[in-house]
């Protein structure tokens, strides 16, 4: 299977600790508490509505331009975002911004998530975060290049950073420069030991590198440090079958499935090495359900299809 037919792994992450001021006005960090655990819960609308509330209260019109009190600050959105008025802003919105921007993120709703990571900036520019959900927004949307940017600009706030390592990788694998890709991997890992997501996107980078050894070693260390993440028996999967393990590679496949039965990709794959090995309704029965997830996966399916047919026809 090409390296085409995968999946990317991007890391956005909630901030770990954001502190309201002593100005917040009331009400304003329960709102946020309870946004989180409510994202942290699946419920995206109900953690967007109470991040909306929370960035309302925590922001006022002003009608002097050159006046900022009582530790609020500036925001000229009127100019820089589009909107009708320049307010003043508690500082402790752009944690909130930041953490919405990430449940935008999850409904695909990337100008919005994007919009939110500006005015984050545009309140704190030292706020790394924002940097990596926008630069994870931009990817997805296809602009790379300002992806990688933004990954720079967090790596520069803070060279420790290994989630912004991970996903300046992630983006340069996409631009299909594995070189540096596999580089920032490793200054991730170095930052981030213990993150199953980076060892997994690694072992990606590796399989298609060539490194098929260092690919497994990769996903097993994912999977021993997270034993229920779906991606990295998918990426063990791939490296499998790149060894003609084609039963290991269905193994890994149908547990990818298992742990997320949404897995479009991993249905696809599992499909493919079902066809390589001759049980056509099966495969049929996979690519029909991999389908039902995820439409768009349908020109892309049949190119694998026909290669697959292909190269069982040459073993003939």
């Known amino acids: ?13 909630l901030l770990i ?3 309201a001021t002593a100005q917040t006005p009331p009400g304003v960090r329960e709102l946020y508490d309870r946004a989180r655990h409510r994202y942290t819960k699946g419920d995206l609308v109900g953690a967007i509505s109470d991040y909306t509330r929370a960035i309302e209260l925590c922001t006022r019109p ?10 609020f600050r500036l925001d000229l959105r009127g100019k820089t975002l589009g909107e009708p008025a320049i307010t003043v802003v508690d ?27 500006d005015r984050a900036i545009a309140i704190d520019p030292g706020l790394g975060t924002a940097y990596v959900n926008r630069g ?12 990688i940017e933004d990954f720079n600009r967090a790596i520069a706030i803070d060279s420790r950073d290994g989630e912004a390592y991970n996903n300046r990788a992630a983006a340069l694998y996409k631009k299909g420069d594995l070189e540096r890709a596999l580089a920032d991997y490793d200054r991730a890992i170095e930052f981030c030991p213990n993150r199953a997501e980076i060892y997994a996107n690694r072992g990606l980078a590796r399989r298609d590198k060539g490194d098929v050894d260092g690919a497994l070693a990769d996903c097993n260390r994912a999977i021993k440090l997270k034993p229920r993440f779906a991606f990295a028996y998918f990426g063990r999967g791939m490296a499998r079958f790149v060894r003609l393990d084609l039963h290991g590679a269905i193994s890994d496949f149908s547990r990818s499935i298992d742990l997320d039965p ?10 493919l090495v079902l066809l390589l090995l001759g049980q056509d309704d099966k495969a049929a029965e996979d690519f029909a359900q991999c389908l039902k997830i995820d439409p768009s996966r349908e020109a892309d399916l049949k190119t694998h299809i026909v290669k697959v047919k292909n190269k069982r026809a040459e073993a003939k």
């Open 62 to 71: 002003v009608g002097d331009l050159d006046r900022s009190d009582n530790g």
């Open 1 to 13: 299977m090409p390296s085409s037919y995968v999946v990317r792994l991007f890391i956005l992450f």
């Open 136 to 147: 994870t927004a931009r990817s997805a949307d296809g602009d790379l290049d300002a992806a």
């Open 91 to 117: 500082p402790f919105a752009a944690a909130i911004y930041v953490d919405r921007s990430l449940a935008r993120y999850d409904r695909r709703d990337l100008q919005g998530a994007i919009e939110d990571c």
């Open 17 to 19: 600790s954001s502190t």
């Open 262 to 271: 949404a897995f479009a990709q991993a249905y696809g794959n599992r499909g």
